[in-house]
């Protein structure tokens, strides 16, 4: 077939055909992320056709990249997106379509950014925001293997998440009409638990246990799977591949939007929690520089906020390793087995004031990709990705920007090497950072969206007091995660 799931660690491509969400050998001692392979070059220029006649609809437009599509076929594949088109319309009054990419000129002002500033805005998602769209893309595969096999069954589907990924969910289980159990902390937002109900969700409230570490929800989410037969509906590549292929309409969007526009960035700033919309849209901006829809990626950064940036503190591991193979300088003494807060605050201290070493090395990380120096140091990660991602080990986590509070990245390895592949650098937004860029997006957009989902414009000031980006660079940001609370929210 013209797709295939590729796992890093077995060198080994799976095939489509065979469900899987995870890679099967998978060992905690390696990194088993599956990792969609396009064989052959999708017919791009049907996503321009259909786009010049007026197509908007995310699944219709980019479906020749899909691979329900792929199992499907054309009109089992339409007739599939229909049918859950007309739930989602009947119960939330609203069908994936691409959001739109706008340029943000008095944001860019209250920044003092002279340069192009681009935010594409998914608080007018499913949902409220990007999640939705990932899940889809796993609805659409789970129907299309289903209606494969002729099995009438629907097997229950299971989440961890406590916000915007658990509504997404609910919200296309619901269309799928499939029982969603979604596995959340116990104190978690009585609203968002009614809110969750009303769209036929089943809430598991999850008790840690006695000196856990790690997200209590996410193991009781991977016992559902093991245990109770449940299939995976999480965003999380290492468990649903398919979860990143759905976010990665959020690229081709983008892709195209830009690609129509004649605009190429310079630079793009995403924000972190557990890495799959960051991973997703990486992904696809690589794959449709391959197809011939852009000339460049542009520079991915990832901001984490300072309550929790287990992905910052991966990259910047990554960037010393790359540093230690060229002979370049790199004044990181991270030592895994000290005191955490002792280490964290080394960490911060070094990417504030040695931002020309940082830059330096992820310069040389992009033109120096393909070589053996660079190579080498993904090929350890993949074997031994402790070294560089375990769970945030400094208790009592709070932030502004609660929806990135993510013990660990889980997709952290594909958007490494994204962000190695075109030179971007990890940044941690100050919770002062975050409360302004929430307060000027919603000063200077007619968007209202959470201090998580506005990360990515306090990423860019952040990029920019450290010199990361310049005041005439082009750069794109993404804003998700409406704010409930200032809305009407059905």
Not at 93 to 102: D, H, I, P, Q, R
Not at 264 to 281: N, S
Not at 310 to 330: E, K, N, Q, T, W
Not at 340 to 348: C, K, N, S, V, Y
Request: charged share 20%; with cysteine.
């Amino acid at each position: 077939m013209d797709m295939a799931l590729h796992c890093p660690a077995c060198a080994v491509d799976y095939r489509i055909m065979d469900r899987h969400f995870a890679c099967p050998k998978a060992q905690p001692d390696a990194e088993h992320l599956l990792r969609q392979v396009h064989r052959a070059r999708p017919e791009i220029e049907l996503w321009r056709d259909a786009w010049d006649d007026g197509e908007r609809g995310s699944f219709r437009v980019f479906r020749n990249a899909l691979s329900s599509h792929l199992l499907a076929g054309e009109q089992g594949y339409l007739a599939q997106l229909e049918g859950i088109n007309d739930n989602l319309m009947r119960f939330h009054g609203l069908t994936f379509e691409a959001t739109a990419l706008f340029s943000a000129r008095p944001l860019a002002a209250a920044i003092g950014h002279d340069g192009l500033l681009l935010a594409k805005d998914e608080t007018a998602n499913v949902g409220g925001s990007n999640t939705a769209r990932h899940l889809m893309g796993t609805l659409l595969y789970i129907e299309a293997h289903r209606r494969l096999t002729d099995s009438p069954a629907k097997t229950p589907l299971a989440i961890h998440s406590c916000g915007d990924a658990a509504l997404g969910a609910a919200i296309v289980a619901r269309a799928g009409e499939y029982p969603l159990h979604c596995f959340v902390p116990r104190d978690v937002d009585p609203e968002l638990e009614n809110l969750l109900r009303s769209h036929g969700a089943y809430i598991e409230k999850v008790i840690p246990r006695t000196g856990e570490l790690g997200d209590p929800c996410y193991r009781a989410f991977r016992e559902a799977v093991s245990e109770r037969g449940f299939l995976p509906f999480a965003t999380s590549g290492p468990d649903n591949w398919s979860g990143i292929e759905g976010g990665r309409t959020l690229g081709y969007e983008l892709a195209l939007q830009l690609s129509e526009a004649g605009i190429e960035l310079d630079h793009l700033v995403l924000q972190v929690g557990g890495g799959a919309m960051a991973r997703a849209v990486v992904e696809a901006l690589e794959s449709c520089r391959e197809w011939g829809m852009l000339e460049r990626v542009p520079r991915i950064h990832a901001v984490q906020p300072t309550g929790s940036f287990p992905f910052v503190r991966c990259h910047a591991l990554l960037l010393a390793h790359v540093a230690d193979a060229a002979g370049l300088p790199f004044e990181l003494e991270y030592d895994i087995d000290s005191d955490p807060e002792d280490e964290t605050a080394i960490l911060r201290e070094f990417l504030e004031e040695e931002a020309e070493q940082v830059a330096e090395v992820a310069a040389y990380a992009a033109d120096s990709f393909a070589t053996e120096e660079v190579q080498q140091v993904l090929a350890r990660a993949v074997a031994n990705p402790t070294e560089f991602m375990w769970p945030w080990d400094l208790g009592g986590s709070e932030s502004a920007a609660h929806g990135l509070l993510h013990p660990v990245a889980h997709d952290w390895f594909y958007l490494a090497a994204g962000m190695l592949r075109t030179g971007g650098v990890p940044a941690v937004a100050t919770e002062e950072s975050l409360a302004n860029a929430k307060d000027l997006v919603a000063g200077n957009t007619n968007i209202a969206a959470t201090a998580s989902g506005t990360a990515g414009l306090a990423g860019l000031t952040t990029l920019k007091e450290q010199g990361h980006i310049a005041g005439s660079d082009a750069v794109g940001i993404v804003l998700t995660s409406v704010d409930r609370a200032s809305l009407e929210w059905r």
